[in-house]
């Protein structure tokens, strides 16, 4: 079983920054990359942004040159500093987190979300 704990959420007017981190635990062997998802209201969720185990990162277009994932493989953390919000990036985030397991078999867990709101 591996848990992940979200934290760094909240209400920031736009044009403001807000940093998300994410911790895994359990019975990890490795991780193949971690991320973070998000869904607003009325919406699908969408990929916001990514990075593997070689530090490869992805993002979702409307976040590119504002956002920056980054990681601390040892301590199977990511962060997501969110620079520049926009009211249209108010969301439920979720990490999550694919890898393997002690059993060796394939796993990808989810974080319990963390609420971010750009509003003035």
């Known amino acids: 079983q591996v848990q992940l704990v979200e934290s760094g959420g909240g209400l920031v007017q736009p044009g403001g920054s807000l940093r998300l981190s994410c911790a895994a635990s359990?019975?990890?062997?490795?991780?193949?990359?971690m991320g973070w998802y998000r869904q607003a209201p009325g919406k699908q969720r969408e990929l916001v942004a990514s990075?593997?185990?070689?530090?490869?990162?992805n993002y979702a277009d409307s976040v590119k040159g504002r956002f920056t994932i980054s990681g601390e493989g040892a301590k199977y953390t990511v962060y997501l500093q969110m620079n520049s919000l926009k009211p249209e990036d108010t969301a439920a985030y979720y990490c999550?987190?694919?890898?393997?397991?002690?059993?060796?078999?394939?796993?990808?867990?989810w974080g319990q979300g963390t609420r971010v709101t750009v509003s003035s």
């Open positions: 999550y987190v694919q890898g393997r397991d002690y059993t060796f078999r394939t796993f990808r867990s």
């Open positions: 359990g019975r990890i062997l490795s991780i193949n990359d």
């Open positions: 990075i593997s185990s070689d530090d490869r990162t």
